[in-house]
């Protein structure tokens, strides 16, 4: 079995880190636990959207992301039983390339480059599974999908959720 594991808000924290730079340039004390929904930039005041949506373009925006709770253990497993790769849009950041292959280093050093696709659409990835937050990257893709809970997918009801890395974890192993 060919499973496509994406990078940001799934196995990365990246919404957290737009949390953190927000209350850094605004000096707010925005918390994920406040946000019910919807793009970190949504729940901002409209003067300051502009700023979030340029986080992801800086230098080091995803050097520095917090790995999600318990996915470097349940990845290494799976990682055991199954085909895993990567698979992130990192051709939309094109800066975000070099960093996220050295984040992998640093927390998935299992994860080799053969398996890390860095790569622009995925619903070209032929395989039997693919996590990802964002369904647009679920909606063509040919085989089996797992929906990766959000704040911004809270309203997403036509895929299957996961909620935590424990959750992938009982489904897969
Ligand atoms: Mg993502």
């Known amino acids: 079995m060919t ?11 990246t919404y957290e880190k737009h949390i953190e730079l927000y209350n850094k340039e605004y000096q707010q004390q925005l918390s994920l636990a ?7 930039w949504q ?14 373009s800086q230098i080091g925006f995803f050097t520095d992301l917090e790995p999600k709770k318990d996915s470097q253990q349940v990845m290494e497993i799976l990682c055991q039983k199954y ?9 939309l950041f ?12 640093k927390y998935f050093p299992y994860i080799t480059w053969q398996h ?4 622009g659409h995925k619903h070209i990835l032929h395989g039997d599974l693919l996590i990802d937050d964002r369904s647009l990257n679920l909606k063509d893709f040919v085989g089996d999908t797992l929906l990766f809970d959000s704040p911004h997918n809270q309203h997403e009801t036509e895929y299957t959720k996961v ?3 424990l959750d992938i974890a009982e489904r897969l192993l």
Request: glycine share 2%; aromatic share 8%.
């Open 83 to 91: 085909n895993v790769y990567i698979a992130t849009a990192a051709t």
């Open 34 to 40: 406040q946000i019910e929904s919807g793009e970190v």
């Open 116 to 119: 890390r696709i860095m790569c």
């Open 43 to 56: 729940n901002v005041p409209e003067p300051h959207q502009d700023s979030i949506r340029k986080h992801a």
């Open 163 to 165: 909620y935590n890395w």
């Open 3 to 13: 499973i496509f594991v994406d990078m940001d808000d799934v196995l990365a924290c």
């Open 94 to 105: 094109p800066n975000s390339m070099k960093e996220k292959s050295e984040w992998l280093d």
